[in-house]
């Protein structure tokens, strides 16, 4: 697929944006670019036909103050790292709509905010402002990491933005659903000790779905970071078409 031609876009669509940030990228679809912008750990940002749209945002208040309201969150799971109540506080207006597993929502119950949702279950689909959105299973599969995430609580999600089709991993393993997607043009792949998977299972999967780009993120774990060279190693040597695109997920604030 050849629609889509990536771009440096340093300075991204923020008044201000902290010079530590990953640098942004953009990517042509049928109805526009989409901007990329990496934050941190999990938390990233999107910018298509004028929306924005969080994923997973927590903590990013630390990195600007002037983060651009959303039209649309993303929220994966009910972890910390992913749901962060203050940080969507300071993001959301009362249009925000906000795309959740069922665990989050009962999460959310008690703050009662006055937002419209999405709920989402592992492989429904909605579109959501035009964006076709299906939850992707997300869990674990090893002994002795089963309990950080049980199947069927949290979701990943293939969005689609006018046929350029984006894999968020959320945390999991390498589950069949991921070796099972297809026509992934973008993934965010996670890789972190002891609580999603390896490089070597996050490359084994990539190499089975083959997106045409993909994005470790998601790589800081109990034991300090992953290796994402390796990753990059790993994939490149299976497949030399699949672009690795390394970014720096933990910036200074």
């Known amino acids: 697929m050849k629609q889509f031609i ?37 938390s990233m940002v999107l910018k298509w036909q004028g ?10 208040e630390k990195y600007n103050q002037n983060w651009p309201k959303a039209d649309i969150v993303y929220l ?10 203050n940080t969507l506080k300071q993001i959301i207006t009362p249009k925000t709509i906000l795309v959740m597993p069922l665990a989050v929502q009962l999460k959310l119950k008690k703050e009662q905010l006055p937002n419209s949702v999405v709920l989402l279950r592992n ?3 909605k579109s959501v402002l035009g964006i076709k959105s299906k939850a992707i299973p997300m869990y674990n599969l090893t002994a002795g990491r089963t309990m950080f995430h049980t199947k069927g609580r949290g979701n990943g999600y293939v969005l689609n933005f006018s046929g350029l089709r984006v894999y968020i991993s959320g945390d999991t393993e390498d589950i069949k659903e991921m070796h099972a997607l297809k026509n992934i043009d973008i ?17 084994s999967a990539v ?12 790589y800081r774990g109990k034991g300090g970071f992953s290796d994402v060279n390796k990753f990059k190693t790993l994939v490149n040597k299976g497949n030399k078409n699949i672009e690795v695109k390394l970014k720096n997920w933990y910036p200074k604030n």
């Open 6 to 42: 990536i771009l440096a876009y340093g300075l991204f669509f923020f008044h201000s944006v902290h010079s530590q940030l990953a640098q942004a990228d953009t990517y042509k679809t049928r109805s526009g670019d989409l901007i990329v912008q990496p934050i941190i750990h999990a």
């Open 207 to 218: 190499l089975d779905f083959k997106p045409k780009v993909v994005y470790p993120f998601h």
């Open 123 to 125: 492989g429904e689909e």
């Open 187 to 203: 993934a965010f792949v996670c890789m972190n000790l002891p609580y999603t998977m390896t490089d070597e299972q996050a490359a």
């Open 76 to 85: 994966t799971d009910i972890h910390g790292d992913h749901l962060n109540i």
């Open 51 to 60: 929306k924005q749209i969080y994923i997973d945002p927590s903590g990013i």
